[in-house]
């Protein structure tokens, strides 16, 4: 099988593996026990907990472990709306970029529609690249978070984040001048930008962070949502004092041993450069030898994250090529893992200026560290014969 499907998901390294496999058998102690086994898995978590923060310039009292970035997202979101709606009683203003992934996307329609708050969406260049004037323009005086994405994932456009952050640092110092005690949140999702790129809390001036375990070759089920310590917001899950009752619930020890394990061994084994030269390699295969095929995303290469390459395929339906790959024992996505199986059109896309039809299109291909240029140069005997037989059938001329 060749697998150019990343993005989606990683398989477990053999290392992080082994790393989890002693807090399923032998030190399975619940964390929150007095006993040794318990006390076991307590310092396992917190020896997780303090390594994390290390990675990300952070404390480790301001990492909040969750069930993946989908958690994470919706407890920013909705734990910061909600703040403001139960505890300072005024409806937030919520920003977001027009491309987040579904978790945030999806929090914020579901808050505008059933509690009637207010939601920006910032547009974003042809390049699937917010412009912080975009941002500065959207702030209002009651606007409660913001949330952009580090790296897209499925056009790969990273964003101005230390950019975004300096607009937000100014809202705050003229509200404080300005006598509005109201504070605002930048948030970031970073689940793309982590494995290949500086996610130094300080650097990117987050207040807020998620990440998750399985796109690192860390397992699926496990993330974290770093919060700044002092910024405000209302747990989304009762019936526990773990995680300083931020969220209640057992730990996932097991896996928060294999998301830190994972998140070390990116930093060390450091893969960027040759993925880069991968995901060039394959942009100038597909760009040269098939017609009429649109790069997305950004053009310059600093601008787009090393795993990630899309195309839009005119004139054929992306599934269908997707299929045509699959029974060639070759994985890739139309858009993200979440719209593939859905015929929508992706919203990232369409918010790039593509219209429905081009969208329609789309192909991902998001490579990792065990790829070749032997497994591209085998999908390429392949995709451009693939592709002239679809464009002969389809209707569209
Ligand atoms: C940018 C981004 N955010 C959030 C998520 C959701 O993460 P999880 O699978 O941990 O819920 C994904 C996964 O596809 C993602 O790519």
């Not at 606007?143 to 499925?154: D, Q």
């Not at 207040?207 to 993330?223: A, C, I, R």
């Not at 329609?360 to 291909?365: A, N, T």
Request: net charge negative; with cysteine; aromatic share 8%.
């Amino acid at each position: 099988m060749i697998y150019f499907d990343h993005a989606a998901t990683t398989p477990v390294s053999k290392d992080v593996l082994d790393a989890m496999n002693l807090y399923f058998s032998e030190k399975y102690g619940n964390p929150s026990s007095i006993y040794k086994i318990g006390q076991e898995a307590k310092s396992a978590v917190e020896k997780a907990r303090e390594e994390i923060a290390g990675m990300l310039g952070a404390n480790p009292r301001e990492i909040i472990f969750t069930s993946g970035a989908t958690e994470a997202n919706n407890l920013a979101l909705k734990g910061v709306a909600f703040y403001w709606s139960q505890i300072l009683k005024t409806k937030p203003h919520i920003i977001i970029s027009s491309i987040e992934h579904h978790s945030v996307l999806d929090t914020a329609e579901y808050l505008e529609k059933n509690f009637g708050f207010e939601v920006t969406k910032l547009g974003v260049s042809n390049e699937g690249i917010v412009n912080p004037k975009d941002l500065e323009k959207a702030i209002q005086e009651n606007t409660a978070i913001v949330l952009v994405m580090y790296g897209n994932n499925e056009v790969g456009s990273i964003q101005p984040i230390s950019e975004l952050s300096e607009i937000i640092k100014k809202e705050k110092v003229k509200r404080e001048n300005g006598g509005n005690e109201f504070p605002i949140v930048f948030h970031t999702d970073a689940v793309q930008a982590f494995q290949y790129l500086d996610c130094n809390v300080s650097d990117l001036g987050a207040d807020m962070l998620s990440l998750t375990g399985h796109k690192f070759y860390g397992p699926k089920g496990v993330g974290l949502l770093y919060v700044k310590s002092g910024t405000k917001f209302l747990p989304q899950q009762q019936g526990g004092a773990q995680e300083r009752r931020q969220r209640a619930g057992t730990e996932n020890v097991p896996y928060i041993v294999g998301m830190a394990k994972a998140m070390n061994d990116a930093r060390t084994e450091n893969h960027k450069k040759e993925v880069e030269d991968l995901r060039d390699y394959l942009i100038e295969k597909i760009t040269k030898e098939i017609p009429d095929v649109i790069l997305t995303g950004p053009e310059v290469g600093e601008k787009r994250l090393p795993h990630i390459a899309s195309f839009i395929f005119k004139k054929i339906e992306g599934e269908s090529i997707l299929i045509n790959l699959d029974l060639l024992g070759i994985a890739a996505s139309s858009g993200s893992a979440c719209t593939s199986g859905s015929l929508a059109s992706s919203h990232v896309l369409t918010a790039m200026g593509y219209d429905d039809l081009l969208a329609h299109g789309s192909i991902r291909f998001s490579l990792g560290k065990m790829n070749s240029k032997e497994e591209i140069d085998e999908m390429m005997k392949h995709l451009p014969q693939i592709v002239e037989k679809l464009r002969g059938m389809s209707p569209i001329k």
